[in-house]
């Protein structure tokens, strides 16, 4: 990853800024030019709480290349309490704790680290509800 890019999508990753239509009230994650729904402008910026729950998860055992240390880990569609579904990777959990339904918030956790000397990067994951 290129250090520009990690910085501009700080924001998002760390904070789960995501962006509300002045039009149609909807709520939009990460943020887009154009609203979902109404296709309207949506300008106007919006922190999640990070609060939501599993909607549906799948665990990976065949991990993509540079994911392999990581393998096995779980991946879910988080539906945040505002209404965007997010894709995550669960974090302090067993799989045979989870269910459909269950409340979770999200977490900043180590993503991965680019080389023995490049960049760490950080980001979104989530985590059962305290």
């Known amino acids: 990853m290129q250090v520009s890019t990690h ?3 700080q924001e998002q990753r760390y904070n789960l800024v995501g962006e509300t239509c002045e039009h149609c ?27 939501g729950e599993i909607y549906s998860y799948s665990t990976i055992y065949d991990a993509p290349a540079g994911f392999e240390h990581n393998a096995p880990y779980t991946v879910a ?5 505002e209404g965007p579904l997010v ?13 459909i339904g269950q409340p979770v918030e999200m977490v900043t956790r180590k993503l991965r680290t680019d080389g023995d000397e490049g960049m760490i990067i950080y980001g979104y994951k989530f985590r059962p509800a305290i």
Request: glycine fraction near 2%; proline fraction near 6%.
């Open 7 to 9: 910085w501009r999508l």
């Open 77 to 81: 569609l988080i539906k945040l309490n």
């Open 25 to 51: 009230n909807s709520k939009l994650f990460p943020p887009r030019d154009v609203c979902l729904i109404c296709e309207e402008p949506a300008q106007e910026l919006f922190t999640f709480t990070g609060l």
């Open 87 to 99: 894709t995550a990777q669960l974090t302090d959990m067993d799989n045979d704790e989870l269910t």
